[in-house]
Structures are given as C-alpha cells and as structure tokens.
C-alpha cells in the first residue's frame, strides 16, 4: 500500500477531520450504553474520591454518553409499532424528601429511577408523562392528574422501617393490576437480588396498612424498590438501578403490546 505524498501532514486535510470527527461521534455512539453500564456499577463511594477537576470531565463525558445512549433504538425494546400511553412518576417531591438514610433522600433516589424507566420507553418508542425531568419531582396532587387517559400508570418509592434488616419487593396495586404488579415487581427483586413481598410481590392497597392511597385509588401502581433503611438494598439500589429501570421498561412495553 503506498501513502499520499506528504501523508504526515494529511491531519490539516479538511476531509481527514471531517472523517476522524465522524469516527469519533460513531465510536462514542457505539459505546455509550456500555459506558454508562461501567459507569453505573461504580461504587458512589469511589466516585466521590474523584479529584474535582476531573470529575468536572467526567461529568460532561456522562453527560454526552446519556444523550448519545438515548439517541440509539434498542431491538429488545423497540416492538416495530406505535404503543400505548404510560405515566412515570416519581414519589414524594423536591419538598418532601421522603424516607432519608443518611445522605440519601427517598425522593430524590426515585426521581432517578423514575427518569431512567422514562429513558428506556422513550427508546422503545413508548409515549409517556412524566412528573418532572431531572432533578424535578412534582408533588402526588400532579402526579395523580397524569393518570388519567393512561393505558397504565407507575409511580416508584422506596420502603423504610425502623429495623434494618427489612427486606424485599412489592408493588401495591387494586385487584385488577395484579398480575402486572407481581411481574414489577419480579422485575426489580430479580435485578437487586432481592425477595418478593406480599403474593408473589403484590399487595393488594385492601389490605394494606397504609390505607387507600390516592395514586392505586385513581388507578395507578406504586412500585416499592426495596428499602431506603436497608444497607444491602440501598447499595444494590445505587449500584443497579440502571438495569433494574430497563426490566420494568421491558414489562411495561409488553404490557402496551398486550393492551
């Protein structure tokens, strides 16, 4: 193979740049997904330990990867047909921080979760409301007013209890979304590692002791990720929310199929 003449200086070439800046973007397009996989399994702990400099690149490069990521279909997800219509949202609110372990707040843990399942429906082509984006985490009354004209609405929380060992996975849900809130919460259990609570990860808001809660009595599903005041599961949680948002995204769209 024989080289352009002056071929160390073809970087200046327009054409060169144009090329390594595609391949660039492509590579980048390629890996995201992986990357933010990487990413997310990273212990909070050591991501804290990240000079401030650095963490200020990083940051950008996450945030580039989450957009790229967002801009790729996913086969396993994307059904080839319009879907139906789903609400996400996230619990409590950016004024009630809900149950809190330390430096981690109920409401702000769900609003990730909450964004990452609207991530993945957005990428299987599923039209969706959301409380908020970000950060942003509307109060129940706004929440509850999404439900309406929804084929299936979901909202996550977290559990809290005064022991520690606590454990486990439940969906609370009217008799009617039953089998949908065992297969939530099968979903979630089987990321975390986690039990199913209740039958087979159902509690029917009947008899549960919190009464009638204004989301389940208007026809929604609240989704209790494991327990905030749990160690094991606040750390499966930080670890592999990602993967656990993408499994209910899955049961999600099936259920939209089905509809």
């Not at 080289?3 to 390629?30: H, M, P, R, T």
């Amino acid at each position: 193979m024989k080289l352009i003449e002056n071929w160390q200086q073809a970087w200046k070439l327009k054409s060169v740049q144009v090329g390594a800046i595609s391949a660039f973007f492509y590579a980048l397009i390629l890996l995201s997904e992986q990357f933010l996989n990487v990413w997310n399994v990273i212990p909070q702990e050591l991501k804290n330990r990240i000079p401030e400099n650095i963490a200020e690149w990083v940051g950008l490069f996450v945030g580039v990867a989450m957009v790229l990521a967002r801009l790729k279909k996913q086969p396993e997800l994307h059904q080839g047909q319009p879907l139906g219509f789903v609400t996400v949202t996230a619990g409590h609110s950016n004024g009630d921080p809900g149950a809190v372990n330390g430096q981690f707040k109920e409401a702000e843990l769900v609003a990730r979760f909450r964004n990452a399942v609207a991530h993945y429906l957005k990428e299987a082509g599923v039209a969706i409301k959301t409380d908020g984006t970000g950060t942003k985490n509307d109060p129940l009354s706004a929440a509850v007013k999404l439900i309406k004209g929804s084929s299936v609405a979901v909202e996550f929380h977290m559990n809290a209890a005064s022991s520690k060992f606590a454990n486990g996975i439940e969906t609370i849900a009217l008799p009617s979304d039953k089998k949908l809130a065992q297969e939530l919460s099968k979903a979630v259990a089987d990321t975390f590692g986690s039990r199913l609570r209740g039958d087979n990860g159902w509690i029917d808001q009947s008899k549960s002791a919190r009464g009638k809660l204004a989301f389940v009595q208007n026809g929604g599903l609240i989704v209790e990720l494991g327990f905030i005041s749990n160690a094991d599961e606040l750390d499966a949680f930080n670890r592999k929310y990602w993967q656990a948002a993408k499994a209910v995204a899955n049961v999600l769209v099936k259920y939209e199929v089905k509809s």
